[in-house]
């Protein structure tokens, strides 16, 4: 990958360098909250009918490709 599409990622290595081992554990967990909070934003908005439950059952389909890939 070409330097100039992440500007910013040697500041970014240098604050995580920074920060304690607890802290990037914690902004790790944030961010994968985030993620799922993104995701689940995304499939609402892609289907407004859905029920909750409804919504869960493709959230967890969806999971479950990304994470058995290799099979």
């Known amino acids: ?3 100039k ?3 910013n990622h040697k500041l970014y290595i240098q604050a ?3 920060m304690s081992p607890e802290a990037r554990l914690l902004k790790s ?3 994968s909250q985030f993620s799922r909070e993104l995701f689940i934003h995304g ?3 892609r289907f407004p009918h859905l029920t909750e439950d ?3 059952k493709i959230y ?3 999971l479950d490709k990304c ?3 290799n099979y």
Do not use: A, T, V
């Open 1 to 3: 990958m070409n330097p």
């Open 5 to 7: 599409e992440r500007p």
């Open 16 to 18: 995580l360098r920074r």
């Open 29 to 31: 967990f944030e961010l």
């Open 43 to 45: 499939l609402r908005k």
């Open 54 to 56: 409804e919504l869960k």
């Open 60 to 62: 967890l389909e969806r």
């Open 67 to 69: 994470h058995n890939r």
